[in-house]
């Protein structure tokens, strides 16, 4: 191998890595210069009980959600049982209810005040003894149902092209279906369960619509108040900085514990065992898990939102939820291409060069998503002034390049939710082995074609995750969208800002709703895909 | 469709898309007035709708919290295009004239329709609405007589009986700015600990859940901004819920705005400082109070009906300024005495 | 421990994968279903291991119901071993932990030792920290073997254990599985298309055409007494020529009236196609009977002639390979054969 060669991949991932690296930059010079009383205050009175908060937040949510996510993968992967067929897509609905919106929901309908208790105690009386939904199990519970569809969606996909084959090796020798699934099909999916996982755990750390509604205080919350309370912009970002560095800990020590397994499954020329029937009860208990998931997290909030939306339907209700609704899904169109182009470099450059520098600029590029949104905002926009400013020497003239256009919100939006597409492009090209490129440029295949022939065609389920995950999350982005937006560009996610920001949740019903419908059809399409991948499998 | 087609073929509208921001930012050129508001957009569009067509230009608006949108004019700086910076609270007016991102503007029109204490001394900031935060209390289980100031809401009879929103809110952050500046730092402290001591429940995210809890029965009484009561009370006719104006007989009920300030750099300053006359001018300032059942800061003017049958009452007369510049200590004993 | 099938059927979306199916391994014996992919030897074999329910029928370990009406003994306790075609290795564990996996009740040292054991058995004992995607193809398929065995069942089946290896280690890699089943006195089953591997394993070996058993038997008699024209032509390489019924025994051909091993029950003036394999038809110099050679093959210790018959048809032919003929050449040929199958014409 050429130097040169050697040299491009690297380059590639410094390139991609660019967006998140300036807002890092933008970060850390805003970060200094705290004000270091202000700094004792928060260590005497403030960190250590955030610190905790967001400890157990993150244990509770991350254990919930990847038992949910797993279980459920399971079950829709490798069983049959009543409604399965329904439920392999439908429990993927939830990720299409923002945290925010559900965390509400869940406030308004079932804490005190709330319709759900209000309705009890009229039946058993006003003694009536109710677990309040507004503590530390409540958070973590509502957070847990928004975020278990990335577990579900990532195991989902290492179950179906090889959990039920291990299964049967493993009943083969000896093991019962259940004993099959915690000793093999679990830890065979340990990494798509981690990458599942950490972004959960990413997100849980970056949310700051649901904690705030279970005023739940976290690291997240005690960066809020920094800068809008404490008006210490530089202490806000001096946090997130130090937020940022134990999640790259904790990354790290994750890394290193995976070690040099590697996990290439041979998925080629397997064919798709049977699934395991659940007979009786055990399929209704299934059915039952199934059911009280999909109804928590999808359709229950789904039917308040939509009789919320009804009551206002006539006020808010007209052509301009058409344009925010356009705009909702070409941004997050557009974000999703983008993240997954850039996500495929990254895949490259990581595949073809085990450089220092690459798995450094990579390891840069996906930070991202661990910074709470409007920390990630700050950073994004003071960049994009220091870029501006650079162009206007450079170039002479006034005004603004790059801020206030389409492309900076854009570039905030790859910033943010990179790693969500890296993920699964990198569990794609890890399952593409080395023999198959070989086999490849023996036929005499260009580097081109192999990538056009043999490379997008195998990481279609990746790509197809990637493209889903970065879709939805960009619609119900908040901070970085109202931050960087150009004018005129609302979208569904800002109207619902706008409404919440004034306490008005039922009119944030409607744009809420539409987010929710403008998803379905990606999460439809996504695992209509992925069954037919593996049925053709 | 193979998927490298499939993907030139969404790349391309990536680059028209991004093109088409690129140029449009470019068309900006004629002279369009640019506000960034922290007032929703729900409340404010009408107006600006109608202020463009009266002027025969563009009012151009992007909303955000106040903070953020204080940080992008900081990023911005010179090159910002922004005219006028609209804000829903004092503390943030405060935090923008302390950044130097708003100018001072003389208008005779502006000074004498805005009390003194509602507005910048030096005239960069102006209140436009009022919001009273005071004491709402169940019509159900408690008597009016029983209340008197925000103080005594942590006297033993409220044990158990008091909600609160979150003290991480900036309208709670102000109020307790307030009392810091009027009855000393420690003196504030000893009376939140006592609210927090008497809370009947964890503190809500917002005052529409808390009027909700007390008209539910979880607690009889608490601290909210009127405007909520007063939306509540015109949809839900019968809300068992009334307000009562604290701190009568001690120095007024404390008040917030939503206001205004013309930018340091502003493009367009005559035709921002003329919007802002226009804005303040009683007949806008009705409409301008009254979609958000607040309080015209216009002295002249009434507010609706549904808020105006709460009475009227005396404000506390400290310029609100001061709330701004107190606030970082007031999140500080918040955070001290455990109001979470 | 003894294998039995008894009418065995199951069929997916009306149609029949396997079609009542009876065979009968003997214990310690190691036995073959051959045929062509889709003639229903997988959905069998899976059927045995419990990966499928059979619709009818009943399956038998040493007498012991696996399936039945009325029975059924799910997968993990029919303690039968299953090598997959694919391996399905557990990529996450090392080769020792893969062999040791399913040996759970036994205490650490006992597993640790017995896991080696099949290593050593199958000639990796040097192998033994290596994650799966670290060995070869043929290693991986060792390894897959020593696990199954490892738990000592009564029964191991191998699902086309062979077939994503190349041709060269095919055969050496046969005979030493070979080797390990006997050593272990495993009783297996083995599933394949490849007529080679069935011969290098098996002692008996049942042919499978869309569903139903043809034929079970041992090898030899598979190759030379074929029970059907489909096992003749799937089994072996070899060649019809047309003959004449005359009697009971005997047969009329263009290479000479046939009497003796036939095993041919038609009335007399039926037309029969008479299996003919390369070694019953031999060079003879002396012969007044000549066909002329189309093609050859040089296998070094022989020649492999393709030969026309006046008649037009074609046959095989081995000669020892000193016996060099050109294409074109007329060569004399006789007929040698112990044993001759006919099919009536259709």
Same mark, same amino acid.
């Given at each position: 191998m050429t130097s040169s060669q050697r040299f491009t991949p690297a380059l590639a991932a410094i390139a991609v890595a660019l967006p998140m690296l300036a807002v890092l930059i933008a970060i850390v010079q805003g970060a200094s210069g705290g004000d270091t009383e202000l700094w004792a205050h928060l260590r005497e009175w403030v960190l250590a009980r955030v610190a905790w908060n967001t400890v157990i937040l993150v244990i509770g949510v991350v254990t919930i959600a990847s038992l949910l996510g797993t279980a459920l993968a399971w079950l829709t992967a490798a069983c049959e049982f009543p409604g399965r067929a329904f439920f392999s897509w439908a429990l993927l609905l939830p990720m299409a209810v923002p945290a925010y919106v559900l965390a509400f929901v869940a406030v308004a309908t079932l804490d005190y005040a709330g319709a759900v208790p209000v309705a009890l105690r009229g039946w058993f009386g006003d003694g009536l003894w109710l677990p309040p939904i507004r503590s530390t199990a409540g958070v973590i519970l509502v957070l847990a149902l928004a975020g278990y569809p990335y577990v579900y969606l990532m195991a989902r996909g290492a179950f179906l092209t090889h959990g039920a084959r291990a299964?049967?090796?493993?009943?083969?020798l000896g093991l019962g279906p259940w004993q099959g699934l915690f000793r093999v099909a679990v830890p065979l999916?340990?990494?798509?369960?981690?990458?599942?996982?950490?972004?959960?755990?990413?997100?849980?750390?970056?949310? %700051?619509?649901?904690?705030?509604?279970?005023?739940?205080?976290? %690291?997240?919350?005690?960066?809020?108040?920094?800068?809008?309370?404490? %008006?210490?912009? #530089?202490?806000?970002?001096?946090?997130?900085?130090?937020?940022?560095?134990?999640?790259a800990a904790a990354l790290a020590i994750e890394r290193l514990a995976r070690g040099r397994a590697r996990y290439a499954a041979s998925d080629a020329g397997v064919r798709s065992a049977a699934r395991l029937g659940l007979r009786g009860a055990r399929g209704w208990i299934a059915f039952g898990l199934a059911a009280s998931v999909f109804a928590l997290g999808f359709a229950l909030p789904a039917v308040v939102l939509a009789q919320w939306a009804w009551q206002v339907a006539a006020l808010d209700l007209d052509t301009r939820y058409l344009s925010y609704a356009f705009r909702t899904v070409s941004l997050a169109g557009l974000a999703a291409i983008l993240c997954l182009a850039l996500a495929l470099v990254l895949g490259y450059a990581t595949r073809f060069s085990a450089g220092r520098v690459t798995q450094a600029a990579a390891r840069v590029a996906t930070l991202g998503y661990a910074v709470p949104g409007a920390v990630l905002a700050v950073g994004v926009v003071t960049a994009l002034a220091t870029i501006d400013a650079l162009w206007r020497t450079i170039a002479g003239g006034e005004g603004f390049w790059l801020q206030g256009t389409v492309f900076a919100l854009l570039l905030g939006y790859v910033a943010r939710f990179l790693t969500v597409a890296h993920g699964p492009v990198q569990g794609g090209f890890a399952r593409i082995r080395p023999a198959l490129e070989e086999a490849a440029r023996g036929l005499g295949l260009s580097t081109r074609e192999v990538v056009a022939r043999l490379h997008l065609p195998l990481l279609g389920a990746g790509i197809g995750t990637a493209l889903l995950l970065v879709f939805v999350d960009v619609m119900k982005e908040m901070p970085i969208t109202l931050m960087t937006r150009p004018f005129g560009w609302d979208t569904l996610a800002v109207r619902v800002f706008e409404m919440t920001a004034e306490g008005e949740w039922e009119r944030a019903a409607l744009p809420s709703l539409a987010i929710v419908l403008a998803g379905l059809l990606p999460v439809i399409l996504l695992t209509w895909r992925m069954e037919r991948a593996a049925r053709a499998a | 469709m193979s998927l490298r087609i499939a993907l030139t073929r969404l790349l391309m509208p990536t680059l028209m898309v991004a093109a088409l921001g690129l140029a449009s930012q470019a068309q900006a050129a004629g002279s369009p007035l640019v506000v960034y508001s922290a007032r929703k957009y729900q409340l404010v569009e009408q107006l600006f709708l109608e202020y463009g067509r009266e002027r025969d230009i563009e009012v151009k608006s992007v909303t955000d919290d106040g903070a953020p949108l204080v940080q992008r004019l900081i990023a911005e700086g010179a090159n910002s295009p922004a005219d006028l910076f609209i804000s829903v609270d004092a503390g943030d007016l405060w935090r923008a004239t302390q950044a130097g991102l708003l100018s001072p503007i003389k208008s005779p029109l502006l000074e004498a329709a805005i009390p003194a204490h509602l507005r910048d001394p030096d005239g960069r900031w102006f209140g436009l609405a009022v919001r009273a935060r005071t004491i709402a209390y169940s019509t159900e289980r408690v008597k009016p007589v029983e209340l008197s100031t925000y103080a005594a809401l942590g006297d033993a009879r409220w044990k158990g009986r008091?909600?609160?929103?979150?003290?991480?809110?900036?309208?709670?952050?102000?109020?307790?700015?307030?009392?810091?500046?009027?009855?000393?730092?420690?003196?504030?402290?000893?009376?939140?600990?006592?609210?927090?001591?008497?809370?009947?429940?964890?503190?809500?995210?917002?005052?529409?859940?808390?009027?909700?809890?007390?008209?539910?029965?979880?607690?009889?009484?608490?601290?909210?901004?009127?405007?909520?009561?007063?939306?509540?009370?015109?949809?839900?006719?019968?809300?068992?819920?009334?307000?009562?104006?604290?701190?009568?007989?001690?120095?007024?009920?404390?008040?917030?705005?939503?206001?205004?300030?013309?930018?340091?750099?502003?493009?367009?300053?005559?035709?921002?400082?003329?919007?802002?006359?226009?804005?303040?001018s009683p007949a806008i300032q009705t409409r301008f109070a009254s979609v958000n059942f607040e309080f015209p800061a216009h002295a002249g003017v009434d507010p609706l009906p549904v808020v105006a049958a709460w009475g009227t009452f005396e404000p506390k007369l400290v310029n609100v300024g001061k709330l701004g510049e107190t606030q970082p200590a007031a999140v500080r004993l918040l955070d001290r005495a455990g109001w979470r | 421990m003894r294998l039995e099938l008894r009418e065995v059927c199951k069929s997916y979306a009306g149609i029949a994968a396997v079609d009542r199916l009876s065979l009968i391994v003997p214990a310690g014996r190691i036995g073959c279903l051959l045929g062509p992919s889709g003639s229903g030897k997988t959905t069998a074999l899976r059927a045995i291991a419990g990966f499928e329910r059979p619709d009818a029928g009943e399956i038998l370990a040493g007498g012991e119901a696996l399936s039945a009406p009325g029975a059924w003994v799910p997968p993990e306790r029919r303690r039968i071993g299953m090598v997959f075609q694919d391996y399905a290795l557990f990529p996450h564990l090392d080769a020792l932990a893969n062999v040791a996996f399913g040996l759970r009740d036994a205490e650490r040292g006992i597993r640790r030792r017995r896991a080696l054991e099949m290593l050593e058995l199958v000639g990796l004992a040097d192998q033994t920290a290596k994650l799966p995607h670290e060995l070869s193809g043929g290693q991986q398929q060792r390894v897959a073997l020593a696990r199954a065995l490892a738990p000592r069942?009564?029964? @191991?089946?191998?699902? #086309?254990?062979?077939?994503?290896?190349?041709?060269? @280690?095919?055969?050496?890699?046969?005979?030493?599985?070979?080797?390990?089943?006997?050593?272990?006195?495993?009783?297996?089953?083995?599933?394949?298309?490849?007529?080679? #591997?069935? %011969?290098?394993?098996?002692?008996?070996?049942?042919?499978?055409?869309?569903?139903?058993?043809?034929?079970?038997?041992?090898?030899?008699?598979?190759?030379h007494s074929p029970a059907t024209r489909f096992v003749a032509d799937f089994v072996g390489e070899g060649s019809f020529i047309q003959g004449t019924v005359l009697g009971p025994g005997r047969v009329s051909t263009e290479l000479g009236i046939i009497e003796g091993q036939l095993t041919i029950d038609q009335p007399a003036g039926t037309l029969v196609d008479l299996l003919l394999r390369p070694d019953d038809l031999i060079h003879d110099d002396a012969s007044e009977l000549h066909a002329e050679v189309v093609e050859r093959v040089f296998r070094g210790a022989q020649f492999q002639y393709k030969l026309r018959l006046p008649s037009g048809t074609t046959a095989l032919s081995f000669a020892p390979s000193h016996h060099d003929h050109a294409i074109g050449e007329r060569i004399g040929i006789r007929l040698d054969a112990q044993h001759l199958v006919g099919f009536p014409r259709d």
């Open positions: 299964l049967e090796a493993a009943q083969s999916a340990r990494p798509w369960l981690a990458g599942g996982a950490a972004l959960v755990a990413m997100e849980t750390l970056a949310d %700051f619509g649901a904690v705030s509604v279970f005023n739940y205080d976290t %690291f997240t919350t005690a960066i809020y108040q920094s800068w809008y309370g404490l %008006f210490s912009i #530089e202490t806000a970002l001096g946090l997130a900085l130090l937020l940022l560095a134990l999640v | 008091l909600c609160l929103r979150s003290g991480k809110h900036v309208y709670n952050q102000s109020l307790v700015a307030m009392m810091m500046v009027d009855i000393g730092e420690q003196a504030a402290e000893r009376v939140v600990r006592s609210w927090v001591a008497n809370l009947a429940a964890e503190p809500f995210s917002s005052d529409t859940l808390l009027l909700n809890a007390i008209a539910a029965g979880q607690c009889d009484v608490g601290i909210v901004n009127s405007y909520y009561l007063g939306r509540l009370q015109s949809e839900k006719p019968g809300f068992p819920v009334q307000i009562f104006w604290a701190d009568q007989k001690a120095g007024g009920t404390h008040v917030n705005i939503s206001g205004g300030g013309v930018t340091t750099h502003a493009k367009n300053r005559a035709e921002a400082i003329r919007f802002l006359e226009w804005l303040a | 069942p009564r029964l @191991v089946l191998l699902d #086309e254990p062979f077939s994503n290896l190349d041709a060269e @280690v095919r055969m050496d890699l046969a005979q030493q599985v070979r080797a390990a089943l006997v050593a272990e006195g495993a009783t297996a089953l083995l599933v394949t298309h490849d007529q080679r #591997e069935a %011969f290098a394993i098996a002692d008996e070996i049942g042919v499978m055409r869309a569903g139903r058993l043809e034929q079970w038997d041992a090898p030899w008699r598979l190759y």
